[in-house]
């Protein structure tokens, strides 16, 4: 069932039995039911279709026609997971209270004017960063809601009483940042009372050339960040050298029929888009090679450009015409036929 809602629920289940037997090769019977079809049972009398059991790999697979299935060993052909490449990706920071730990420019400047001393000052001011929310990341742009994150990491051994107009903020919120599993408080672990949830030893990966994503999307909203946000849980960050050729392979439409279409994990009904790094790592993108280079650096630019325009003119820059260039480069680098691009677009409609 992809998007038929069968129960009264938001999640998707799907649950597969297999059973081993000896003889002829097992074929799968099956029918996708999406959430526009009246009558299911009549539908799936109508659309069945028969599915060789050889091509449930132990990798992802899906259940579909063999055009969809000769699409996905064609891209597996091409590309490489992502999880080959040389890429790190994190989770974005989990405080276990953000009500404390992300504030407001006002109160950033209240935790700095209380500070005694210049240097008290200084070193508060450095440990305070300016923090993304999953909702804040667009595609290709970003827009900041003036929050800032209290960037007090177990991995950073920080002694809070160097820090006292900040010692002083944290220990307003009482009991409620204790680490001790007790209710009401966050969960137990073996950090300071003052310190985020988890330890965050990657803290500065946040301040390279990264790119950032909403983990759960309707639509791909990949965003290349070079102003050192930090990003909260709700995302996830990217780094290595030069990510603008990832960058525009991930937003466009090709890669994302691809991931929501194969790495069914990603996938959240008809409409919407998990983005979780298990998934994403399977996704498999073409590596730039001599033959391919001029088609890639085409890419690079027009994610240079969709950049600068949005940078200059905020999130409501028009870059469809360039998105629009980009998928064509993409279907390129995939060397996709008229035929097999058609099976995306009209799969995929107007993203």
């Known amino acids: 069932f992809s998007g038929y809602r069968v129960f009264a629920q938001t999640v998707d289940t799907c649950i597969v039995l297999f059973k081993k037997e000896k003889g002829e090769e097992n074929r799968v019977t099956f029918a996708v039911v999406n959430s526009d079809v009246q009558n299911p049972i009549e539908y799936v009398k109508e659309t ?83 923090i993304l929310r999953g909702r804040d990341i667009k595609r290709y742009c970003y827009e900041w809601a003036g929050l800032w994150l209290i960037g007090t990491f177990p991995a950073l051994h920080l002694d809070i009483n160097n820090y006292p107009s900040l010692k002083k903020y944290l220990a307003s919120f009482g009991e409620r940042l204790y680490q001790d599993g007790k209710p009401g408080h966050r969960k137990k672990t073996n950090n300071a009372w003052f310190e985020t949830q988890d330890s965050i030893a990657y803290y500065h990966e946040f301040e390279k050339e990264k790119i950032v994503w909403q983990e759960i999307v309707r639509e791909p909203q990949f965003f290349l960040d070079n102003e050192k946000f930090f990003i909260e849980a709700t995302g996830f960050v990217m780094t290595r050298q030069d990510l603008h050729y990832i960058c525009g392979l991930l937003n466009s439409k090709p890669l994302a029929f ?12 008809e409409e919407g888009y998990r983005y979780k790094k298990a998934f994403l790592e399977q996704l498999p993108l073409p590596s730039i090679t001599s033959s391919n280079q001029p088609i890639a650096d085409q890419i690079i630019g027009l994610v240079e450009q969709i950049l600068h325009l949005n940078q200059t003119h905020g999130c409501s820059a028009d870059t469809f015409a360039l998105e629009t260039q980009i998928d064509q480069l993409v279907y390129k680098l995939y060397d996709l036929t008229p035929e097999e691009i058609e099976v995306i677009e009209k799969k995929r409609g107007g993203l």
Not at 49 to 67: G, H, M, V
Not at 103 to 116: M, P, V
Not at 258 to 269: D, H, Q, R, W
């Open 48 to 130: 069945w279709k028969l599915l060789p059991q050889k091509k449930l790999s132990s990798r992802t697979w899906i259940l579909a026609d063999e055009k969809i299935l000769a699409l996905k060993e064609k891209i597996e052909r091409i590309g490489k997971p992502l999880k080959e490449w040389d890429v790190k990706i994190y989770r974005g920071v989990l405080t276990g209270f953000n009500e404390a730990f992300i504030i407001d420019t006002e109160t950033r400047n209240k935790i700095l004017a209380n500070c005694k001393t210049k240097e008290e000052r200084k070193q508060t001011a450095e440990i305070i960063k300016p």
């Open 258 to 269: 691809f991931f929501k279409t194969f790495y069914a994990g990603g996938g959240l009904g």
